[in-house]
């Protein structure tokens, strides 16, 4: 029988993939900086590079459907910036 991919494992892909910094294997890109994010306006389209960044280096995510995988932010407080990833429900702070 043919192991099935579970919701739980790919959250724990895209929190590995979130916490590793890029090139944090040697001769791959893999990886994500997600505090890049943060200074600058979510209009620059970077935040589609980086769901399209996150789909390359986890290939479980191809297999979901477009709106499946987002990026965002909430402010909270004064002077502070939650980014939050969403993967088909599932939301991960990451700031």
Same mark, same amino acid.
């Given at each position: 029988?043919?192991?099935?991919?579970?919701?739980?494992?790919?959250?724990?892909?895209?929190?590995?993939?979130?916490?590793?910094?890029?090139?944090?294997?040697?001769?791959?890109?893999?990886?994500?900086?997600?505090?890049?994010?943060?200074?600058?306006? *979510?209009? #620059? !389209?970077?935040?589609?590079? +980086?769901?399209?960044?996150?789909?390359? =280096?986890?290939?479980? /995510?191809?297999? *979901?459907? #477009? !709106?499946?995988?987002?990026? +965002?932010?909430?402010?909270?407080?004064? =002077?502070?910036?939650? /980014?939050?990833?969403?993967? #088909? !429900?599932?939301?991960?702070?990451?700031?």
């Amino acid at each position: 029988m043919k192991p099935t991919i579970t919701a739980q494992d790919i959250q724990a892909m895209v929190s590995h993939w979130l916490s590793t910094p890029p090139n944090g294997y040697l001769g791959s890109d893999y990886g994500a900086d997600p505090q890049s994010l943060l200074q600058n306006p *979510m209009a #620059a !389209g970077i935040g589609d590079a +980086f769901i399209g960044k996150m789909r390359e =280096d986890v290939p479980a /995510l191809e297999a *979901m459907p #477009a !709106g499946a995988v987002n990026v +965002f932010y909430v402010d909270a407080l004064p =002077d502070r910036r939650e /980014l939050i990833v969403d993967v #088909a !429900g599932w939301q991960e702070r990451v700031s």
